[in-house]
């Protein structure tokens, strides 16, 4: 592959601790799949044989990516959107079989290609504005069959589309009808058949649980995560959405990559994520989507140092949400990120939430080529404009997706 040699461009890095890594009049080269160096453009020492790429001033950043989805499920919640706007709390919705059952209902009558489509769709809105990197979740299939069919299309949908898919076994995201009041007696096959089978079939980058009072207790996850400790698989948790339970903290002390949502997390707390390493991902769509009051802990998470990453947390209930700069937006009004949090946190950090912050997150020398041209002037532009997409150009993995 010839070498592309991008000019004349202002370079968002994401390399340094805590900011942008801006290079104002930047150049950066890029052979094969990897970024060979990134430089100003005095200093650069030109290759005679390159596509050369002028940016004329426009911004460069890291591929986006987006560490917290649910992007594969049936049917839709338009239906719950209306109850919920006639006065009907999320937990009421979930306890009349509505909610996450419905949705459950809708994933498992669905063919794998019907997935697809709707999937389809969802993910194009995002690569259109430039992510490079998505998590995707099972969750809605709640057997080992439907489990693997979700896991399935999120597969495919990495072979269908120039982007990194990261499959993630959520098996213990709610429980099944046909296991009502048998808690435990679900988790067990989740341990016993349900993850092993998903892992055996090469389907499992990671293991999630719901921690919540209407979904699985500590005890539960933790016997989840003994499962996914035995099989080498990294852990997450969706955990103090919607009240405080501990699971945020034990599933840091279990090393895990990051815990999600945490609006519920006291401060006192935060500086068990930090001591183990565990990125916080912020959730404002399904703040927004619930129109939840509770702030997470940002303050404590600044002064502890924890890595903040943000994403759309796409589902069908809480966050039907397919725009990741509408997530830096939210992140920045609803939660008073900066601009420069919010694009850490789907970059650099959502990298770190993913595992992946060794090969991805920042432009640097030795890192993938994924990166994004954008006509603005300023990073922070990505996170003040609502609905307009300044993405031109994006590159994944040394291949343009979409060219100048
Ligand atoms: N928390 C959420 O916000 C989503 N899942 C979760 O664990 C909601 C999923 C849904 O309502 O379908
Ligand atoms: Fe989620």
């Given amino acids: 592959m010839p070498q592309t040699l991008f000019t004349n461009a202002r370079i968002a890095t994401m390399s340094d601790a805590s900011g942008y890594g801006l290079i104002d009049d930047a150049a950066l080269l890029v052979d094969g799949q990897r970024i060979e160096w990134v430089t100003p453009m005095a200093q650069a020492k030109f290759p005679l044989n390159s596509n050369r790429v002028d940016c004329e001033g426009r911004l460069i950043t890291p591929g986006l990516i987006d560490c917290h989805t649910h992007l594969v499920y049936g049917g839709n919640r338009v239906d719950e959107f209306e109850q919920r706007l006639e006065g009907v709390s999320y937990e009421e919705v979930a306890q009349r079989g509505g909610g996450i059952v419905s949705t459950?209902?809708?994933?498992?009558?669905?063919?794998?290609?019907?997935?697809?489509?709707?999937?389809?769709?969802?993910l194009e809105q995002l690569l259109s504005e430039g992510v490079t990197t998505l998590e995707i979740k099972?969750?809605?299939g709640l057997d080992r069959d439907n489990e693997?069919?979700?896991l399935s299309v999120a597969k495919k949908l990495g072979e269908l589309y120039p982007v990194r898919v990261l499959k993630t076994f959520l098996g213990a995201h709610a429980l099944p009808p046909e296991f009502a009041d048998q808690a435990d007696e679900y988790i067990e096959l989740v341990c016993k058949d349900m993850l092993p089978r998903a892992q055996a079939e090469g389907l499992v980058d990671a293991v999630d649980v719901f921690i919540e009072s209407l979904a699985f207790n500590v005890e539960q996850a933790q016997r989840v995560f003994d499962v996914?400790?035995?099989?080498?698989?990294?852990?997450?948790?969706?955990a103090e959405q919607l009240s405080d339970l501990g699971g945020a903290v034990m599933a840091a002390s279990r090393g895990a990559l990051s815990v999600d949502h945490i609006e519920y997390l006291p401060a006192s707390d935060v500086a068990q994520l930090a001591q183990h390493n565990t990125v916080a991902v912020l959730l404002p769509g399904a703040f927004y989507g619930l129109r939840e009051t509770?702030?997470?802990p940002i303050e404590a998470l600044r002064q502890h140092q924890v890595p903040i990453a943000i994403a759309t947390d796409a589902n069908p209930g809480s966050s039907p949400v397919s725009s990741l700069l509408l997530i830096l937006n939210m992140a920045c009004t609803l939660f008073r990120l900066t601009p420069r949090e919010a694009l850490r946190g789907v970059t650099i950090n959502a990298a770190k939430a993913l595992g992946l912050d060794a090969g991805i997150g920042s432009l640097q020398a030795g890192k993938q080529a994924d990166l994004v041209i954008w006509d603005v002037d300023k990073p922070s532009e990505l996170a003040y404009q609502i609905g307009l997409n300044p993405c031109v150009a994006v590159m994944q993995a040394g291949n343009w997706r979409k060219t100048l």
């Fill in 228 to 238: 996914a400790a035995q099989l080498g698989l990294p852990i997450k948790a969706h």
């Fill in 138 to 140: 099972s969750g809605y």
């Fill in 148 to 150: 693997i069919k979700m």
């Fill in 104 to 122: 459950v209902k809708a994933t498992r009558e669905a063919s794998e290609s019907e997935l697809l489509v709707q999937a389809r769709a969802r």
């Fill in 294 to 296: 509770r702030l997470p």
